[in-house]
């Protein structure tokens, strides 16, 4: 758990470098609540703090719900997102190891629906394109609602989002002149996706996960891509998936999830396919522009279905026909 908040250090300061404050300060506020929700909890189920905090999966959750949050979503959005992440999702089951769905999505997926307003107009422009981008303070100020100027001249609609609407009636050409697709694939997204990327690759070089459930969601959603989006005056290009949004985080911190995932690795294999694939269609044809907290919480619905159907042969018997099983 330590290695894997190390490991989305590089992820966070490219969002901080491209974005400002708002994730770094989202990423503090939400671990501080996650560890005090997880005391609180821990008291009530007289537990010991030392040893249940000492596993990091709480702070691992409310790190994961820092990156993921708009960086100017107002304090409380942050606040209700964690709280029910911990007490919720992961505690009311029984703590950790017995929860079937990943807290952090379903924490995500909880403001998203219930506060959409929220939720869609607080994405961070790009300070390379303000003339004045906030600082600091009042990025703060911002966050926990004493700013004294409004932030719409500071939030901008995410790439993904962007094209999606607008490619309904242009063409790609004249979508990609709009700024927020910079001068490469999606102004600063591209670089906080590729430093997901190292983080996620450090992670599985330590051993921490394997590589089938990040590699296959991304060669689904690649192949998805590549299939029905081949057409980019009529879908979102492929280059667009693998590197706008949450794609790399949700497939080496989100997708990887030791609970809530399938277990054996062409079970892993299926659970990551299923990922993308259904990333590509929530993308396509829903409401929502980016679709990882979703697809990943139906495959964790679908993970024990998942793991029946691809038990690994037991070890001294041969394959399974129709009259049972023969020792060799």
């Excluded at 629906?113 to 303070?137: K, Q, R, Y």
């Excluded at 793991?307 to 060799?328: F, H, I, M, S, V």
Aim: hydrophobic share 55%.
């Amino acid at each position: 758990m330590r290695a894997v908040v190390i490991a989305t250090l590089p992820g966070l300061f490219a969002l901080t470098w491209f974005f400002g404050w708002g994730n770094l300060i989202n990423v503090i506020w939400c671990s501080l609540i996650a560890l005090l929700s997880e005391s609180v909890v821990l008291l009530i189920r007289k537990r010991p703090l030392a040893f249940y905090l000492g596993d990091y999966s709480a702070l691992v959750t409310g790190v994961l719900l820092g990156l993921t949050l708009p960086p100017l979503a107002p304090w409380w959005v942050s606040f209700v997102a964690v709280t029910f992440a911990i007490i919720v999702a992961k505690h009311l089951y029984g703590g950790m190891g017995y929860n079937p769905f990943n807290p952090a999505m379903v924490g995500f997926a909880l403001v998203l629906i219930s506060f959409p307003v929220a939720m869609t107009t607080s994405w961070a422009a790009p300070v390379s394109l303000l003339d004045n981008p906030l600082g600091f303070l009042d990025t703060l100020a911002t966050i926990f609602g004493f700013a004294t100027q409004s932030v719409d001249a500071f939030t901008m609609a995410t790439p993904l989002d962007v094209y999606k609407h607008e490619i309904g009636h242009s063409i790609a050409e004249d979508v990609v002149k709009n700024p927020v697709f910079g001068n490469f694939i999606a102004h600063g997204w591209e670089w906080a996706n590729i430093a997901f990327l190292a983080g996620g690759l450090f992670l599985m070089k330590k051993g921490v996960f394997t590589w089938h459930a990040p590699i296959s969601m991304l060669a689904a959603l690649t192949a998805m891509s590549l299939i029905f989006g081949w057409d980019a005056d009529q879908t979102t290009p492929p280059l667009l998936h693998i590197f706008a949004g949450a794609t790399m985080l949700g497939a080496f911190f989100i997708a990887t999830d030791p609970v809530t995932s399938a277990v054996s690795p062409q079970g892993k294999l299926v659970y990551g396919a299923g990922i993308g694939i259904l990333t590509y269609v929530i993308r396509t044809y829903g409401s929502y522009p980016d679709a990882i907290a979703f697809s990943v919480l139906l495959m964790n619905f679908a993970a024990p279905f998942i793991d029946l159907y691809t038990q690994p042969r037991t070890y001294g018997y041969a394959k399974a026909k129709r009259g049972g099983k023969e020792p060799q």
